[in-house]
């Protein structure tokens, strides 16, 4: 059942077409789920490739999308025991909801799935964490062969279990690699440029020591603050790379992820891996058979909303809760948009044709006209 009243929205009319602000109606939670008023959503590079070549999980037109936004609670639905309406969450939308994704004024949200925001957190630094830290959640904690199977941090025994093991994050100012946004994309492209700061958050939890990035130089604070022992800049050649990462890590690096996936990143890092160690990439693999059976290569699909992840992505949002308020995770640095969800257009625009990094682009839902 759905209220009458009506909200703002940004549909997607078909493959190729342009977004329109037009009106959705305000959806009725049902059972395990809850209606969210959206103070944030987060844009990522991928919606540009959802309008110019369509997705394998948006099935129907016209949609809305938006993977990634905060809010207040304005409904709870049936079986929901863990939120109150007022509550202040963030969460990931899943691309087949029939009610919609993050770009609208209320989204519905799968409240195992979801996580609370502490109070020193603002709704613009929450929008974009969830989507950010999934993919790399999903890599490094899922069953093989979705991802490693190292023992999650939030489990007993996983807190710093990996001491002494090193881990290389290419693409360290990037979402995936402080966070992680992953998707089967058709071609290379970066895929989100501040998910690779969470990737370095969880292996700082993980224990993982050395903690190894590249990233742009002017980057290069930012990412010791959040636990990475090492930054090499990106532009270096791969032999150089490797020359420079063997001088100081005796130990052979068996885990490797990848939050840019672009061809020089792939072959960069597959440079590095030890013999029968695991890459895992966020976008198409281009390595040939026999590279494939020298080393190992893992195509990830970072979402928590598919049934394979779920039971993970419930243990990881209730984690994610205490560690937010715990300050043990941190929010990237974000850039809010003016214009609410009529931003986002030329946002997607800017994002098709340049690497952005080390910030996150937010708008207002609710601060968009009609």
Not at 130 to 159: D, N, Q
Not at 161 to 172: E, F, L, R, S
Not at 244 to 272: C, G, H, M, W
Not at 284 to 290: P, R, V, Y
Request: overall charge negative; charged content about 20%; some cysteine.
């Amino acid at each position: 059942m759905l209220h009458v009243a009506a909200q703002q929205a940004l549909w997607l009319p078909n493959v190729g077409a342009e977004f329109t602000l037009g009106e959705n109606k305000i959806p009725e939670p049902g059972p395990g789920e809850i209606l969210v008023k959206l103070e944030a959503s987060a844009i990522n590079p991928i919606d540009w490739k959802i309008q110019k070549e369509g997705f394998f999980l948006v099935k129907k037109y016209p949609t809305i999308i938006g993977e990634n936004g905060s809010g207040i609670v304005a409904k709870v639905g049936d079986e929901v025991t863990h939120f109150a309406t007022g509550d202040r969450v963030t969460f990931a939308s899943p691309f087949d909801s029939k009610y919609g994704g993050a770009y609208q004024q209320y989204c519905l949200a799968d409240a195992e799935l979801a996580s609370k925001v502490p109070d020193n957190i603002s709704f613009d630094e929450a929008a974009p964490i969830t989507c950010c830290l999934s993919p790399f959640a999903v890599a490094t904690y899922a069953e093989h062969p979705r991802g490693m199977g190292f023992t999650p941090p939030f489990e007993t025994g996983g807190l710093g279990k990996y001491a002494n093991q090193p881990i290389v994050i290419m693409g360290g100012a990037c979402s995936v690699g402080q966070y992680g946004t992953v998707a089967f994309l058709s071609n290379d492209v970066h895929i989100d440029s501040l998910s690779c700061n969470a990737g370095i958050q969880l292996a700082k939890l993980s224990g993982f020591n050395p903690i190894i990035t590249t990233a742009s130089p002017k980057n290069k604070d930012l990412l010791h603050s959040l636990g990475a022992t090492h930054v090499f800049d990106r532009k270096l050649p791969a032999d150089a790379l490797k020359d420079q990462v063997t001088n100081f890590v005796k130990a052979p690096i068996r885990y490797i992820f990848d939050a840019v996936s672009l061809r020089e990143t792939k072959y960069a890092a597959y440079n590095l891996l030890a013999p029968g160690g695991t890459l895992a990439l966020v976008a198409q693999n281009f390595f040939t058979e026999d590279e494939v059976r020298q080393k190992n290569i893992l195509i990830v699909y970072g979402s928590f909303h598919i049934l394979e992840n779920r039971a993970l992505g419930v243990e990881f949002a209730t984690a994610l809760t205490t560690w937010l308020a715990e300050g043990k995770i941190k929010p990237n640095p974000v850039q809010v948009l003016p214009g609410g969800l009529g931003g986002i257009v030329d946002c997607l625009k800017e994002l098709e044709t340049n690497c952005v990094s080390a910030k996150k682009f937010v708008v207002r839902p609710q601060e968009t006209r009609a």
